[in-house]
């Protein structure tokens, strides 16, 4: 055998000592092919400076957390690549000591490219007439995982991975450059959050806690060089597989090579070595489905946060991009859910239906004055599991079509794709505001027959629920009975158009092709059944929009969370048009009618929970007057059912919480709830605020003005 290869490497030793330039050339010389096509370190210098700055403040992907509101109780994460980044101080000596022997022994005496592993790779290399063999430092490593981790496109990731000459001889000349940007320390720092231990364990912290359920800093000799011999080959050295023994056999040269470096006595590493690899495995949760079973139903609400965050322009240009920050950015999220109001929510929906039926009962609380939603509740299970669900309620579905019933994961309660139901009467509460706003009084009378044919609205007649209902009716009086007929000559009066543009800004959307259609500027003029309800909503939105309303007018966006930090502890914040910096998740609040009309339709919803208003009076009689009783404060509020009561609903609220309930069959609109069910929503709202706000002080609303009352 010719001793030439070897009289070569006996010369790179001296010339990578040289310098950088040198460093790179030998490097070509050792990979024939980079020498083939002519590759100089000049040509190579100008390809990677600019990407070696990046790498001096490019931080890896990292876990988001969900918290509850204490800010401690972790419901769930979100991540692609489990990781907590973690500060060496944080990490036991022995993980340090254990990767550089697992890794590179000489990672403390070189400056990023060791002369003598090039040489062992350039003998190599030589004898094979290829890359047999790399000669990869930590700091090289570190260099591929954080341009890997960094990339945004395909192309960046394959010129990160690839195993050709060209991306080593770069590597190399990053590496040679980070050292001098980069402490050791830093680069250890990096390199122990970056690299992958197998089963999602990315970094340190994951692979500590997923393999034996501890923190870095508590890692003993034996763990840790059991995961340092990870790093080469996790599904080869996998100590999780039934048989341990290729596990084993990694691990123990780990210990003889810590002991050969001085981190360990002879005697400790045989001692060690001795011992069995003994783990404790933990499987870390991902996504909303993965909310432990305590906090089922705060599934729902988490689903929210995935709709609402992937809406927020703050995380991205598009959805893509703002859900990968999600399971990228490393974020700490705190959920505005109130255990207590969320509790009182769960036992009072579906009392009477349970998880069993088809017809959906659920409720959402909101916040006036800030839109936090502080709870969501259905009669489901919040569950990818529909194994065991029945066939769809919907006759249109195929056989194979499952119910939504016991378990779910869809949106019904709003902040989804779903279009929600049709919401009846609770529509009347905006051409009331319209009206109101508009300049007309509490006071404004009008004669309402049963049945009431509009000129305006090119002969439709619509009819009241009961001829109790016929006769001279005011705003107190038609909210608290609902009269029909009294709020179609209401909505002529102020301008369909006018009561659902009103809607829109105070947060109802158009889901589907009708209610589009109608809502349209060609068509909304003429949309008069829009007080009845006829459009489809969402608790999330009806709650949110009532809240406005207790909040003297003022609508706030919905929003899931009261904390949304980065990973360096920081609010995340948005940048206004006017270039303001505002926290994502601060309220975002607009004035949409006036404060006194806000307040005389509060006066005019008192009715129909049978409450008393300030300034008027409700005419005998109203759709839900248990409501006060039950929750034992001022309270405003609206009944609504649809035809043949498909669907029922109530919306009400305090000048603390603002609360919607319906129920319906979401699978099957036309299966009707029936006349006996339209109760179960006013009880579940009732019940709800009284629960959540009992030991608070009793608040009372503002009476509206002399002017607004007429």
Not at 140 to 154: G, I
Request: with cysteine.
């Amino acid at each position: 055998m010719s001793n030439r290869p070897l009289a070569a490497a006996g010369r790179l030793v001296p010339l990578l000592r040289a310098g950088l330039i040198a460093g790179i050339v030998i490097a070509a010389a050792a990979y024939p092919l980079v020498a083939l096509t002519g590759l100089g370190a000049k040509a190579t210098a100008h390809a990677v400076e600019h990407k070696t700055k990046l790498l001096t403040t490019a931080l890896p992907a990292e876990t988001s957390y969900l918290y509850a509101p204490d800010g401690k109780t972790v419901l769930t994460m979100f991540y692609e690549e489990y990781r907590q980044y973690t500060k060496l101080s944080d990490m036991s000596p022995n993980i340090q000591q254990a990767i550089v022997a697992a890794e590179d022994s000489r990672f403390y005496q070189h400056h990023g490219v060791d002369p003598k592993g090039v040489a062992r790779a350039f003998v190599s290399n030589a004898r094979s007439n290829g890359v047999s063999q790399g000669a990869s430092t930590l700091t090289m490593q570190y260099v591929r995982m954080a341009l890997r981790d960094s990339a945004t496109t395909p192309k960046e990731v394959q010129e990160a991975t690839q195993q050709t000459s060209l991306r080593k001889v770069k590597e190399m000349r990053m590496a040679l450059d980070l050292e001098k940007e980069m402490s050791k320390e830093q680069i250890m720092e990096r390199y122990l959050n970056s690299a992958y231990f197998g089963h999602r364990a990315y970094g340190i912290y994951a692979a500590s806690e997923i393999f034996f359920s501890k923190t870095p800093k508590d890692l003993t000799p034996v763990e840790a060089a059991t995961l340092a011999g990870l790093v080469k080959s996790p599904s080869e050295y996998d100590p999780a597989d039934s048989d341990q023994k290729e596990a084993t056999g990694r691990r123990n040269y780990v210990l003889d090579r810590m002991s050969q470096l001085g981190y360990l006595s002879p005697d400790s590493a045989a001692a060690a070595k001795s011992e069995p690899i003994r783990l404790k495995l933990t499987n870390p949760p991902n996504d909303c489905a993965a909310v432990p079973d305590k906090y089922n139903s705060w599934g729902f609400a988490c689903d929210y946060l995935k709709n609402w965050w992937s809406a927020q322009p703050a995380f991205g240009e598009n959805r893509l991009e703002r859900m990968d920050k999600l399971r990228r950015g490393g974020y700490r999220i705190v959920l505005s859910i109130d255990p207590k109001i969320q509790e009182a929510a769960e036992k009072n929906v579906g009392a009477k239906e349970g998880t069993g039926s088809p017809f959906a009962n659920g409720i959402v609380v909101a916040e006036p004055g800030t839109g936090r939603v502080k709870a969501m509740a259905v009669n489901r299970t919040y569950s990818l599991d529909l194994s065991e669900n029945p066939q769809s309620s919907n006759p249109e579905a195929g056989p194979k079509v499952k119910a939504n019933y016991p378990n779910t994961v869809a949106p019904l309660l709003g902040g989804g794709d779903l279009p929600g139901y049709q919401a009846g009467s609770t529509f009347k509460m905006f051409p009331m505001l319209a009206a109101l706003d508009s300049g007309m009084t509490l006071s404004t009378s009008f004669n309402a027959p049963y049945r009431y044919k509009s000129a305006v609205y090119d002969g439709w007649a619509p009819s009241n629920a009961s001829g109790a209902m016929t006769g001279q009716q005011t705003m107190w009086s038609g909210f608290g009975k609902s009269v029909n007929t009294y709020f179609v000559w209401l909505e002529e009066r102020v301008g369909a158009d006018r009561a659902v543009r009103l809607a829109e800004q105070l947060g109802l959307r158009w889901r589907t092709d009708v209610d589009r259609e109608q809502a349209s500027p060609t068509k909304v003029k003429k949309w008069g059944a829009f007080t009845l309800g006829v459009s489809d909503a969402t608790p999330l939105e009806m709650a949110n929009a009532y809240a406005a309303v207790a909040a003297d007018g003022r609508y706030c966006e919905a929003i899931p969370v009261s904390a949304i930090m980065n990973r360096d502890g920081t609010p995340a914040t948005s940048v206004t048009p006017g270039g303001l910096h505002r926290e994502v998740a601060k309220p975002r609040c607009r004035q949409v009618v006036s404060a006194d009309a806000a307040r005389a339709a509060t006066d005019a919803a008192r009715c129909p929970t049978g409450d008393t208003p300030a300034r008027g009076g409700c005419g005998g009689w109203s759709t839900a007057d248990s409501v006060r009783g039950t929750v034992g404060r001022p309270v405003a509020g609206k009944t609504g059912t649809t035809d043949s009561t498909r669907s029922a609903w109530f919306v009400a609220y305090t000048p603390e919480l603002a609360a919607a309930s319906f129920i319906s069959d979401p699978d099957n609109p036309f299966n009707a709830v029936g006349d006996g069910q339209s109760q179960i929503p006013i009880a579940a709202v009732a019940e709800t605020l009284r629960d959540g706000l009992k030991g608070q002080p009793t608040r009372q609303f503002t009476p509206p003005s002399d002017a607004i009352v007429g």
